[in-house]
């Protein structure tokens, strides 16, 4: 099956809005940037690397109609829309670095007319969800070569087609090593709270033909304790310059399981969720979401008592000494740290 | 408010239907033995402690109105109820412990007439409940010593009141250290699939105004990273001869976890959990459930494909290796092995 994430279409930003998945594979056309600030708040469209592309589309959107004629006063616009959509979700990482390569765009237009600004800033979103395109696919490339025959591997919320343009990271790897020919099987957890591993991740790696297993998050440290998991290959929202990586709640907990049962533990990001303005993982912004994700179970039935109190992290990070590697589009960087990713930082922005 | 998890009231075993709360607090009464084995299947009454007391009952509820007058037809008859009852969930100690009483009781009264021996049979449910109560008492007792004020304690599943006759195991030491003054908060895991904890503990900790926090399950690591759980403890179904315990699907996860993060692990329970028939925990049987309880959220809404493979084991086994201590209505046992538990359940055979 062909799933297509998001797509520019006729003056519209294109998703699937991932909250009705797995019952209904609904598309909605988004043609204003606040009902796409709406949907990335609200993960319709989510995953580091399409929150990329969204957020880059969503300032062409912000702007394309703006009756302005004065290049300065455009570019306050263009930096006032980024601004506005870096607020809807404040960890990944990608988002931001979306954001900043459509300011710079526009930036990089001196002595140019408002018209020739938005043209650039169409053609900069476009560009963002080729490069997305082609870095998942060098994800997977680089990253297959870890998958044997007959590995079981385990992973965490969504790293798939569903969280990039297509192909996606973590999941990549896996497409890319079945397209090669090797048999493998996955353990999908089902990541609490909104369950992007059982309803996202089960149903994309189905719908391509993999063979995934479900289970709840409590349930991986038991099957590594049984010797049934071979690697974790997780994604990952932003990783500091130390390796230090923030992704989905539970992947902290999934590295520490993987050290203690001595079961690799990779995370697969293209280069973009890299962040060169942070050092250590402690200066990760980690959202916390509604309690009513915890306390309703999706979005509908109540099983938490009323007034509970709740506490609901978004994600967690992960320490660079619990990441065996990283699978990036430029190769991978095992025992990563400073230096290395340093290196790979420079390489890239050559 | 005052909890009533199980008690014999005119002729019939009365229960909270569990699976109703936190929405309802129901009770039903039960009065056949086909009814009480689909409550605990369904776990409508649920927790270690409680299953033997209601196993217990269950037998006489099988047997009281049987119209046999041979002692050894009747005999054979407590045993088939017996055999019955333990089919409905596998892994809980206690719940074969309160049948062989059961049986043992029967047995005990060669000679006597069937209406005597039924007698007998009331008398030990009964006998059974009123010891699980004092049971739940001394773990508090002994438990509470390890709390400290300001503690910040974590814990998994329910085995408060709603998982025996009342006051609880892991949940009785946090009520016994409040009763003694102590100020201490509370995390609980919501403990997917069945979400005993953002169902039951939550509302059982509230309703005796503890001060209690709900998290998914994947979320204890990070709190545990970021120094914010000083102890967990959890309660036991089973537990092996060297220490090895059974309890909820998660328990194991968050013993490594301790491990890792230096935060000591309890494990509280009465002596009906150590089975002397086990010798490690890899004989335990582990019960695995249906997989609609992973994909649909709490028996109603789908929210995984239809046809995905599903892994649902409800409990898994900690090493001894990881048990800081088991607390016991005998008293605490540190850094468990084999012959500290010998000598608990020789002592507690005398």
Known sequence: MNIRTLEWKNNAVVIIDQTLLPGKLKYRHIKDVKTLWQASKELKVRGAP??????AFGVYLGVKDAQVTDPRKFLRLVKDTSVYLGSSRPTAVNLFWGLTR???AAESCAGETVDFMKERLLQEACAVVEEDR??????GKFGAKLIRDGDVLL???NAGILATIDYGTALGVMYRAKEEGRRFKVYACET???LQGARL??????SQGVDVTLICDNMAASLMRQGRISKVIAGADRIALNGDAANKIGTYSLAVLCRYHQVPFYMAAPVSSFDPQITGGRQIPVEERAATEITDMFFK???????VKVYNPAF?????????????DKGIIREPNRQKINQLLMDDSR
Request: charge should be positive; include cysteine.
């Open 50 to 55: 399409a929150l990329g592309a969204a957020a």
């Open 102 to 104: 459509m300011r710079r």
């Open 134 to 139: 082609s870095a998942c696919r060098n994800i």
């Open 155 to 157: 992973t965490v919320c």
């Open 192 to 194: 609490r709270p909104l």
């Open 201 to 206: 991740t089960s149903w994309e790696l189905s």
């Open 301 to 307: 039935r109540r099983i938490a008592p009323l007034g």
């Open 316 to 328: 967690d990070v992960t320490p660079h000494e619990l990441i065996t590697a990283f699978i990036t």
